[in-house]
Nanobody, 126 residues
Framework: QVQLVESGGGLVQAGGSLRLSCEAS????????MGWFRRAPGKEREFVSA???????TYYADSVKGRFTISRDNAKNTYLQMNSLKPEDTAVYYC????????????????????WGQGTQVTVSS
């Protein structure tokens, strides 16, 4: 069992930056592949980015590629650095953890994840 707590959301102007953090509780953080998803008002939840258990493999949605960077540390934290933010990035951002699986695998489907955080609101004003 793992619990995830996101932080770092807020209000920012278009072109600005935010850094989201996701802290995992429990043990063996390295056993989990991590991902970020988001849900904009009136839309379905969508994949944003994923990082493998090793940290050596990452994957991004086309809409954020080149602007967002996912990373993880050796403790229990996963980060999403978001630069050049656009109004269409406005959404609730969720951190997710996937137990086990191949060491270098990046999971992009929400159904592949076992645990979810409560989300953090990101609002980008034009």
């Amino acid at each position: 069992q793992v619990q995830l707590v996101e932080s770092g959301g807020g209000l920012v102007q278009a072109g600005g930056s935010l850094r989201l953090s996701c802290e995992a509780s429990g043990r063996t953080f390295s056993s989990y592949a991590m991902g970020w998803f988001r849900r904009a008002p009136g839309k379905e939840r969508e994949f944003v980015s994923a990082i493998s258990r090793s940290g050596g493999s990452t994957y991004y949605a086309d809409s954020v590629k080149g602007r967002f960077t996912i990373s993880r540390d050796n403790a229990k934290n996963t980060y999403l650095q978001m630069n050049s933010l656009k109004p269409e990035d406005t959404a609730v951002y969720y951190c997710a953890a996937r137990a086990g699986g191949p060491y270098y695998y990046t999971a992009t489907g929400s159904s592949e994840y076992d645990y979810w955080g409560q989300g953090t609101q990101v609002t980008v004003s034009s």
